[in-house]
């Protein structure tokens, strides 16, 4: 009597997707690949854009604006991939698997690991910039807290609407977590949906904040070594939101079909872990980058 493999029988192996996973680790799975080359592209695209602005333009200036929105359908593309196949379309067959939950948490703290040294990267190059002659020769740098605009006071305290905004977020979807720990889905559903809300009107703030500064100051990205590091820490920070915004909309989605319970919320717990993240980060740069540009010894 021959012996299958069931996961062969049942599943195939076909790539990119696994569907069997975390129960099985047979096979491989693309989704992450393309992810990750995704949001390489971020970094490559603003390269090229900082090299098609400069004194000497050696490439196009719509080559870095192009790589940079093709790198956005391929994160998205990648992401979908990935957290459908992973989480979504096998949720009602499988069995708690507290195990598989804790190694998903334990991936998730291995991956804000990776986003710590990528954040510290670009502040030691702030650090270092901080540390010498302030501002930096050339350097005109804008009124950060506050700011003085043609929106008038509204813009002068932006930074601490958006700041009170994105804290306010992670109560929300604290309190969220703990009314799904309880069983109250409606009480869930409601923190969540005002986190996802909070976190649109965050990324919209920044939007606005980065239209004053570049259309009413001319404070642009290839404007000086200040310039460069502030875009480059804050559209970091905007990016993470952003995707932390895509990811709430998943989880509320599928909490909008049930698949959430008292004792099945992992994606709920890796989705926060990364939200309060975000949310420290903010924190830290506004006090080193927003208040820090402002001191002077």
């Not at 854009?49 to 593309?77: C, D, K, N, R």
């Not at 067959?93 to 990776?114: H, I, K, Y």
């Not at 804008?142 to 905004?165: A, D, F, K, Q, Y």
């Not at 409601?190 to 939007?207: D, E, P, R, S, Y």
């Amino acid at each position: 009597m021959a012996v299958t493999d069931d996961s062969t029988e049942e599943h195939g192996h076909h790539l990119p997707a696994v569907e069997d996973w975390p129960q099985g680790f047979g096979e491989a799975s693309w989704w992450p690949f393309i992810t990750a080359v995704g949001a390489a592209g971020f970094y490559v695209g603003a390269a090229l854009y900082v090299l098609g602005h400069g004194g000497e333009q050696i490439v196009s200036p719509m080559i870095g604006p192009a790589v940079f929105i093709g790198s956005v359908f391929i994160f998205l593309t990648g992401l979908y991939g990935w957290v459908y196949h992973a989480f979504v379309k096998h949720f009602w067959s499988r069995d708690t698997n507290e195990s598989g939950a804790t190694a998903l948490r334990w991936g998730m703290v291995a991956f804000l690991g990776s986003e710590i040294a990528t954040f510290g990267a670009l502040f030691v190059y702030y650090f270092f910039i901080r540390a010498g002659a302030w501002p930096p020769a050339g350097d005109e740098l804008p009124e950060l807290i506050p700011m003085t605009s043609s929106l008038g006071e509204l813009m002068g305290s932006l930074v601490l609407i958006n700041t009170t905004i994105l804290v306010i977020s992670s109560v929300t979807l604290h309190w969220a977590h703990v009314e799904l720990r309880k069983d109250n889905h409606r009480r869930f559903l409601a923190g969540l949906g005002v986190t996802l809300l909070l976190g649109i009107i965050f990324v919209g703030g920044q939007v606005l904040e980065y239209y004053e500064f570049i259309v009413h100051h001319g404070f642009t990205l290839t404007g000086g070594v200040f310039n460069s590091a502030f875009f480059g820490l804050t559209g970091l920070h905007g990016l993470h939101v952003s995707l932390g915004a895509v990811l709430l909309g998943i989880v509320f989605i599928r909490a909008l079909f049930g698949q959430y319970s008292a004792d099945r919320h992992v994606s709920v717990s890796t989705v926060s872990m990364y939200w309060h993240f975000v949310d420290a980060v903010w924190i830290f740069l506004v006090v080193v980058l927003y208040a820090g540009a402002e001191m002077t010894v």
